[in-house]
């Protein structure tokens, strides 16, 4: 039997959200100021990587762990799956990075995704595109 935690929270679209960075995926609790975060696909998040439970956390380091991204906005749904590492810290404050490298660092929610921002459906992307936008986000670890 596979055990599942689920933690669902919500951001904002953002008309400089671009979504073309071909190796991640980041929310943010910060508003875009430019259109160099092109991994970027929400903010002004409820929630950052160090404010996720701990259950969720302590699952979400072990080797075989997957997590899921699930991204709601605009009737669109999408979802990112990757992997949990032992050296997931989840110490950001301010954002959550899904990788599709191994590379961790404290910003990194999860690695070996097989979704990256550019890969997200165009759609769904200029759903995000909006200002009142309201995105729901779920993660899952098991």
């Known amino acids: 039997m596979v055990f599942t935690l689920k933690v669902t929270f919500y951001a904002w679209g953002d008309p400089l959200i671009r ?3 071909r190796t991640t995926i980041e929310v943010t609790r910060e508003p875009l100021k430019s259109t160099r975060g092109d991994c970027v696909v929400a903010t002004r998040s409820e929630l950052a990587l160090r404010d996720l439970p701990e259950d969720f956390k302590r699952m979400a380091k072990n080797e075989g762990a997957r997590i899921g991204l699930i991204i709601e906005a605009g009737g669109i749904s999408e979802e990112v799956w990757g992997h949990g590492h032992p050296s997931l810290t989840f ?9 599709r490298s191994g590379y961790v660092c404290g910003r990194t929610l999860m690695v070996y995704s097989d979704k990256a921002a ?5 759609d769904l992307v200029r759903a995000l595109r909006g200002s009142e936008t309201k ?5 899952i670890v098991e």
């Open 118 to 122: 550019a890969d997200l459906s165009r």
């Open 135 to 139: 995105v729901k986000l779920t993660l």
């Open 91 to 99: 110490e950001s404050g301010r954002d959550m990075v899904a990788r």
């Open 19 to 21: 979504a073309t960075h």
